[in-house]
């Protein structure tokens, strides 16, 4: 079975520093990993994804996350953050089941950017 | 904007109502996906068709069915509902296989 760890409920920075939102990963064969943000009352935006490649992915809103095969890790980062980067994100893993296919999300972690 | 629409933004009704939650996916996806976010178990997957047919089934209830038709669009039916099933539901699409799934805005279900 796959599952995805969000060890931070919340994680406050100060706008201008930057930011890591942590995800961990377990899947068996290759991990198909996205990263999702959630502003309140709205829907999932789709960030950014690996499939495969490079471990550096980029992706929306200078969002980068980084994956690490050994410590089976997907972090989200940005360099500089915005107080308009506050929302609930959301780390899923992509598999396959029975005939298709579904996202594993993790817990979420709320991120606070402070002025 | 994700191109996927999802209607009514909110709905309330009673205990043991049945309620119908509809979903228009991005032009040129085939796949629907339908999960569920609540506060007590956070985002679940439920369902999902590709073209018309089911293709996977998660941790959805008995009392719930969906189906695709062949517009494409996809229909959420929950019965007999209870209070724990106030949640708010949301529509994915996507083109097929594990590529990327878009979110429609949801749907938020109150039971009283």
């Known amino acids: 079975a796959q599952s995805v760890a969000q060890p931070e409920d919340q994680v406050n920075v100060a706008e201008g520093n930057p930011l890591t939102v942590k995800c961990t990963y377990s899947?068996?064969?290759?991990?198909?990993l996205f990263w999702y943000v959630q502003y309140p009352n709205r829907g999932l935006q789709f960030l950014l994804k690996y499939i495969t490649g490079d471990n550096l992915v980029k992706g929306s809103y200078g969002f980068e996350a980084e994956f690490n095969k050994s410590q089976t890790s997907f972090h989200l980062k940005k360099p500089s953050a915005l107080v308009s980067d506050s929302a609930l994100y959301f780390c899923?893993?992509?598999?396959?089941?029975?005939?298709?296919?579904?996202?594993?999300f993790g817990t979420g972690t709320q991120l606070k950017v402070e002025l | 904007d994700s191109g996927v629409t999802q209607t009514p933004k909110h709905l309330i009704t009673a205990t043991g109502q049945r309620v119908t939650l509809r979903c228009s996916p991005r032009?040129?996806?085939?796949?629907v996906y339908w999960y569920q976010q609540s506060l007590d178990q956070g985002l679940q997957f439920l369902i999902q068709?590709?073209?018309?047919?089911?293709?996977a089934k998660g941790n959805i209830l008995e009392r719930f069915s969906a189906q695709q038709f062949p517009d494409l669009h996809s229909e959420l039916n929950l019965s007999s509902l209870e209070l724990g099933d106030s949640a708010l539901y949301f529509c994915?699409?996507?083109?097929?296989?594990?590529?990327?799934?878009?979110f429609g805005p949801g749907t938020r279900l109150l039971v009283l």
């Open positions: 899923a893993v992509g598999g396959l089941t029975g005939g298709g296919n579904k996202l594993t």
């Open positions: 032009s040129g996806d085939l796949s």
């Open positions: 899947v068996s064969g290759n991990p198909y």
């Open positions: 068709y590709y073209n018309g047919e089911e293709r």
């Open positions: 994915a699409s996507s083109v097929g296989g594990l590529e990327t799934q878009y």
